[in-house]
C-alpha cells in the first residue's frame, strides 16, 4: 500500500485564483520536485505533521508520518466533508504522490465540488494517471524570471492539455523582473491548449529577494496576456491579507 508524507491538514478559505473565498480541506503533501526562488514550503519530510482536529477551531493535533490512504481518510472522517466546496491536495506538488491519490480520492467524497488539486505543471504523466478523478486543477506555469529555473514550456503545454479535459486555471506569480516576453509566451500556450481557461496574474509576496510588481507592471502585463485571452485575472494571495493559513 503506498505511503506519503504530509506536512499540515486544516481546513480553511482558498486564498488564490478564481475560487478564492471558498472552504475547503487542505492536504499538503511533502515534497517538490522543483526549486523556485520564492519558495517558502519545506520540502523535507519530517516525523510528524500538525492536523487540525476539528474544522476552523486550530486545534491541532500532532500525527506520525508517513500515512496510508486508509489512515489518512479516516482522520479526515470527522471533518464535515459536506460543508466544504473540495478537498485541495496541495503541497509541494500532489503528483510526485500519485499512487497515493489515486487510492485516497475515493475515501474522501463528500465535498460540493470534489478534489481539487494545486501543481506546479511539470508532472504531465502523474496528472494523465488521476486525470478522471480530479474536479478542479489550478495549474502553475513556472517564469524563470520568478523562479531563477527556465520556464519548463514544453511540459507545461503537454500537461494543460490533459487538464484541459477537467475546470482548470492557470496561474502565473509575477514580480518586478517578470518579462513581457514569458506573459505573453504563457498566454499564447493557454490559449492554444486550453482556449476557455482563466489565466490568473499573482503577484508575488515579496519573499527572499524576490520583490513583487509595481501598479503599472501589473497592469501592462495584463495588457499583454488580453491580446490573447479573454478572461485575464490579477487575484493576489489573499489569505494573507485575511490572516488565514
Ligand atoms: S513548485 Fe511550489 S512547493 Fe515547489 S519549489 Fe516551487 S513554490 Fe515551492
Known amino acids: 500500500m503506498p505511503e506519503a508524507n504530509i506536512q499540515e491538514i486544516f481546513s480553511s478559505i482558498q486564498g488564490e485564483g478564481p475560487y478564492v473565498g471558498c472552504r475547503q480541506i487542505f492536504i499538503r503533501f511533502t515534497g517538490c520536485n522543483w526549486q523556485c526562488a520564492y519558495c517558502d514550503t519545506p520540502v523535507k519530510p519530517a516525523e510528524s505533521f500538525p492536523m487540525e482536529k476539528t474544522p476552523g477551531l486550530r486545534d491541532f493535533i500532532t500525527i506520525s508520518n508517513p500515512v496510508t490512504p486508509e489512515s489518512l481518510s479516516k482522520l479526515c472522517n470527522g471533518y464535515q466533508l459536506t460543508l466544504h466546496h473540495s478537498v485541495s491536495l496541495t503541497g509541494g506538488e500532489p503528483l510526485l504522490h500519485k499512487d497515493f491519490i489515486k487510492e485516497l480520492i475515493p475515501l474522501i467524497s463528500g465535498t460540493e465540488r470534489g478534489i481539487f488539486l494545486e501543481t506546479n505543471g511539470t508532472m504531465p504523466e502523474s496528472l494523465r494517471h488521476l486525470i478522471d478523478e480530479l ?45 513581457e516576453e514569458e506573459v505573453s509566451r504563457a498566454a499564447v500556450m493557454v490559449k492554444r491548449a486550453a482556449p476557455n481557461s482563466a489565466l490568473i496574474l499573482q503577484p508575488v509576496t515579496s519573499t527572499n529577494g524576490v520583490l513583487a510588481p509595481s501598479v503599472q507592471q501589473v497592469l501592462k502585463l495584463q495588457e499583454i496576456a488580453l491580446r490573447e485571452l479573454t478572461n485575464v ?13
Open 233 to 245: 485575472r490579477v487575484i493576489p494571495q489573499t489569505h494573507r491579507m485575511m490572516g488565514q493559513l
Open 135 to 179: 474536479s478542479i486543477i489550478s495549474m502553475d506555469i513556472k517564469l524563470r524570471s520568478s523562479t531563477k529555473i527556465d520556464t519548463p514550456w514544453e511540459l507545461h503545454g503537454e500537461f494543460l492539455k490533459i487538464a484541459a479535459k477537467q475546470d482548470v486555471y492557470v496561474k502565473l506569480v509575477i514580480s518586478d523582473n517578470t518579462e
